[in-house]
């Protein structure tokens, strides 16, 4: 019999409202089986890993993604997929994180929620919870066909590292601007396939360390020199860059010169841009040719989530700084494109 591991996190799903004061807190996970009976009469056998305490998905950071991935990791044998309970807020943060931690994946792990708490009569629970499970369950010729950490929401199957939560009143919470959907529930799952990593014949390979020693510069008309500075001549080991358009800054000198110091002091400055969908092209514009000279990383198409997680990951992979400026361009779980 096909076995899941359910890990509940906590979020929305398993909120009740505090009658003392109307806020939603988190409870028990055994009110969620309470509330789906359904997940009875599934035909698979279902454990659960419930986090004490559980946490609203704002408090979760790379100590429970490491948390996370060892208990993947752990259970990695003993179980044909996982689904992972968790807030909608970080969600995609915590999808990208636990890709790369979980290097030659063969196996689902499934990242689902909610927005609205499981023992609403609206609630958009039920069927992420049970279809989430359906996708952990699906194989092909005795393989698992979604070998990726993925998110599954409002009928549709996102690569984990792909995604973004772009809406937080709807149903349709996530999308993935710049990779097709792996799959949609409709009457029936439509898995496509294409788009699907393969399942890699390499043992699954746990690697857990992370630097969050980084900083991100949001470009704005108007940006002073102290603004910029104070994250450019920063402790931090890594800057994000949030550029305009396909990846364009302004070229006042001030601005390019504190760049390139930060970069000889050997930070890694990375460049994403503030549009959601499209890709960065360092040297199609004047005002990013500059920064393609000094050395400034591609992003490519990378979402913000994923330059985060991928930053910290490589960052603490220890490699030197060119190294490490090659990993952050090359596409290691399927999260960028840079053709
Ligand atoms: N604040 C909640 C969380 O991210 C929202 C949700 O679950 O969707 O934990």
């Not at 939603?24 to 890993?49: A, C, G, S, T, W």
């Not at 499981?118 to 699906?138: C, P, S």
């Not at 994923?306 to 399927?334: I, N, P, Q």
Request: hydrophobic share 40%; glycine share 6%.
């Amino acid at each position: 019999m096909t076995k899941i591991l359910i890990i509940y996190t906590g979020g929305t799903i398993g909120m009740v409202n505090d009658p003392s004061n109307g806020m939603l807190i988190p409870f028990d996970f055994q009110q969620i089986k309470e509330n789906v009976p359904e997940l009875n009469r599934l035909d698979y056998h279902l454990d659960v890993h419930s986090f004490h305490p559980v946490l609203d998905s704002s408090n979760i950071d790379p100590e429970i993604w490491k948390v996370l991935a060892e208990l993947v990791y752990s259970k990695y044998d003993l179980y044909d997929g996982f689904v992972i309970l968790h807030g909608s807020d970080t969600m995609a943060f915590t999808a990208s994180a636990l890709s790369f931690m979980l290097e030659n994946l063969s196996k689902p792990v499934v990242l689902t929620g909610s927005q609205l708490p499981i023992g609403e009569i609206r609630t958009d629970a039920k069927e992420n919870l049970i279809t989430a499970l359906e996708i952990a369950a699906t194989k092909e010729n005795g393989r698992a066909l979604v070998p990726e950490v993925c998110i599954y929401f409002d009928a549709q199957l996102f690569r984990g590292n792909r995604s973004i939560k772009y809406n937080s009143e709807k149903f349709e919470a996530f999308r993935s601007p710049n990779y097709p959907i792996l799959a949609e529930a409709g009457v029936h799952l439509q898995f496509q396939k294409n788009y699907i990593l393969p399942a890699p014949n390499d043992k699954l390979n746990l690697r857990t360390n992370f630097n969050a020693n980084i900083g991100v510069l949001k470009l704005y008309p108007g940006i002073t020199p102290q603004a910029v500075k104070a994250i450019t001549d920063s402790e931090v080991d890594a800057i994000i860059l949030e550029t305009f358009g396909s990846g364009n800054t302004t070229t006042a000198a001030w601005f390019l010169d504190s760049l390139r110091t930060a970069i000889h002091r050997g930070k890694i400055i990375i460049d994403i841009s503030q549009c959601k969908k499209g890709s960065v092209q360092l040297g199609r514009y004047e005002t990013s040719r500059e920064l393609q000279k000094m050395g400034v990383v591609s992003g490519f198409d990378l979402t913000f989530e994923a330059t985060v997680t991928k930053l910290m990951f490589v960052m603490g992979l220890k490699l030197s700084a060119a190294d490490s400026r090659k990993l952050m361009e090359k596409s290691l779980r399927g999260e960028l494109t840079n053709d």
